[in-house]
């Protein structure tokens, strides 16, 4: 059989917007294929409001949670795999569920294809001077 973590969290998504109350969603943000803004991200993970009017476009499918939402004032594509969601509850009283996450196994280093150097540069953190 496979997994009922999409139809749990699209049924808990229901329910909390039925319930008058503001769904949010955790994703384990180092999760791979997790496409969040990183500024965002505390102790590993990233809550993000679902609810109908703070995103566009939301898709809660089997395998891939999509959505756009404003950052800032600035529209940004979030998304990542149903397997790096942590939990879904409702902002106003935390009711809702969490998940076990597990990370998916690396593979052995030998397999792993060397980055070009610009492009290893790209993920990793800057600092920038905010006056």
Known sequence: MTTNKPYLIRALHEWIIDN????????????????????FVRDGQITLNIALSAVK????????ISFNARFSGVPTDISGPVDAVVA????????????????????????????????????????????
């Open 88 to 131: 879904i509850f409702a902002k106003e009283n935390g009711q809702g569920m969490g998940f076990e996450v597990e990370m998916p196994p690396q593979p052995p280093e030998g397999d792993q294809k060397k980055k070009p150097e610009s492009v290893a540069r790209e993920n990793r953190p800057t600092l920038k001077v905010v006056k």
């Open 20 to 39: 008058n109350c503001t769904p949010y969603i955790v994703f384990m943000a180092e999760y791979p294929g997790v496409e969040v803004p990183q500024e």
């Open 57 to 64: 476009d939301l898709e809660l499918a089997n395998d891939t």
